[in-house]
């Protein structure tokens, strides 16, 4: 009777396998695969290795997220950037528009346009310290080379300076700083130098090397440049 009992039990697994069971193997056989999230995606973008990095859509849209919020923000137009000049130091409207107006062609941030424009004026700082430097010392050479004239010959040019120039040209002299400049200076004296002996002979009126234009103004007018 075991006998018969043992070989039920044998027909009765041998039914099983064949027809499917009830069991536990057969249940996990019957589970469908889980699909990947990249399934769905086009074959370019599924086999794309970045992609396959990140476990999700979730985890990738967070990933882009984070990306776009660390891109550099370009201002909207030129107006909207932010040039500081320093108290102190010259500002020049003009060039300011041009900075702003080619720092949005070059798409530079609000940051990247502020370190370029502290280093220009850094350097320009640097130049016109330079210039301060160079200008006192042609000054302290012309003091040297005058001693006790310097103010007396100093104010002789001066005086040429604004008897032949206008007054927009003494503004320009002086801009360009040629009004320290030893070599305009030495010039400049030479020229009332000379006008102030010239005009102090008599009976000569030949002689003069100024005279007036039909405006009224000075002109240097040396004998040897004069025709007929």
Same mark, same amino acid.
């Given at each position: 009777?075991?006998?018969e009992?043992?070989?039920?039990?044998?027909?009765?697994?041998?039914a099983?396998?064949?027809?499917?069971?009830?069991?536990?193997?057969?249940?996990?056989?019957?589970?469908?695969?889980?699909?990947?999230?990249?399934?769905? +995606?086009?074959?370019? /973008?599924?086999? &794309?290795?970045?992609?396959?990095?990140? =476990? $999700?859509?979730?985890? @990738?849209?967070? !990933?882009?997220?984070?990306?776009?919020?660390?891109?550099?923000?370009?201002?909207?137009?030129?107006?909207?950037?932010?040039?500081?000049?320093?108290?102190?130091?010259?500002?020049?409207?003009?060039?300011?528009?041009?900075?702003?107006?080619?720092? +949005?062609?070059?798409? /530079?941030?609000? &940051?990247?346009?502020?370190?370029?424009? =502290? $280093?220009?004026?850094d @350097?320009?700082? !640097?130049?016109?310290?330079?210039?301060?430097?160079?200008?006192?010392?042609?000054?302290?050479?012309?003091?040297?080379?005058?001693?006790?004239?310097?103010?007396?010959?100093?104010?002789?040019?001066d005086?040429?300076?604004?008897?032949?120039?206008?007054?927009?040209?003494?503004?320009?002299?002086?801009?360009?700083?040629?009004?320290?400049?030893?070599?305009?200076?030495?010039?400049?004296?030479?020229?009332?130098?000379?006008?102030?002996?010239?005009?102090?002979?008599?009976?000569?009126?030949?002689?003069?090397?100024?005279?007036?234009?039909?405006?009224?103004?000075?002109?240097?007018?040396f004998?040897?440049?004069?025709k007929?």
């Amino acid at each position: 009777m075991n006998e018969e009992l043992a070989n039920d039990k044998g027909a009765q697994g041998n039914a099983d396998a064949a027809g499917g069971g009830t069991g536990e193997g057969a249940g996990a056989q019957n589970t469908p695969a889980v699909k990947s999230w990249l399934d769905g +995606l086009p074959d370019d /973008l599924k086999s &794309n290795e970045t992609i396959k990095a990140f =476990k $999700g859509p979730q985890e @990738l849209a967070k !990933a882009l997220l984070d990306t776009k919020a660390k891109l550099p923000v370009v201002p909207e137009s030129a107006d909207k950037y932010e040039v500081a000049v320093p108290e102190g130091h010259p500002k020049d409207d003009n060039f300011i528009n041009w900075f702003k107006d080619t720092a +949005l062609q070059a798409g /530079l941030t609000q &940051n990247q346009a502020a370190i370029l424009n =502290k $280093g220009y004026v850094d @350097l320009q700082a !640097a130049m016109l310290k330079q210039f301060a430097e160079d200008d006192k010392k042609a000054v302290d050479a012309l003091r040297k080379e005058w001693g006790n004239d310097y103010d007396r010959n100093l104010a002789v040019a001066d005086k040429a300076v604004k008897q032949f120039m206008s007054a927009g040209d003494v503004k320009y002299v002086e801009s360009m700083g040629w009004h320290v400049n030893p070599v305009f200076n030495r010039m400049m004296f030479q020229i009332g130098k000379a006008v102030s002996e010239d005009t102090l002979r008599e009976g000569n009126p030949q002689s003069s090397c100024v005279r007036r234009d039909a405006a009224g103004n000075a002109v240097m007018e040396f004998p040897d440049m004069r025709k007929g």
